[in-house]
């Protein structure tokens, strides 16, 4: 069974990888990398507060009256990790789309590489 990786070991890897079909330093892969680790690290929070709390949790109302109602925390991770997955494909296609393997991307690619020398 293979070790979990940290999430720091997980983005190194990815970084690795980044380098290694030339993006690494492309600004809409540096950008999108950023914004994907900050969804991570969100919902590992998320994760936390949910697992403290528990799936349930009690609101108060102005009177003093009490309602057990559904963790807003778990609402959040769901937005939160389908952003995350948005994001990610994101970073997949800017991959395939950037990558000195590919077939290069015309005139936007051009404009790109120029941009990032």
Do not use: H, W
């Not at 994760?47 to 003093?64: D, F, H, M, P, R």
Request: net charge positive.
């Amino acid at each position: 069974m293979k070790n979990k990786l940290t999430l720091q070991q997980q983005a190194d890897e990815v970084l690795k990888r980044a380098e290694e079909k030339g993006v690494q330093s492309n600004f809409f892969f540096v950008t999108t990398f950023k914004r994907y680790q900050v969804q991570m690290n969100t919902l590992n929070s998320l994760e936390k507060a949910i697992g403290e709390y528990g799936a349930t949790v009690t609101k108060e109302y102005v009177k003093g009256r009490q309602n057990v109602c559904v963790n807003p925390a778990i609402t959040e991770y769901n937005k939160t990790a389908t952003a995350a997955n948005g994001t990610v494909s994101t970073l997949i296609n800017i991959i395939k789309t950037l990558s000195n393997e590919g077939e290069g991307g015309g005139k936007l690619q051009e404009l790109i590489n120029s941009l990032n020398e």
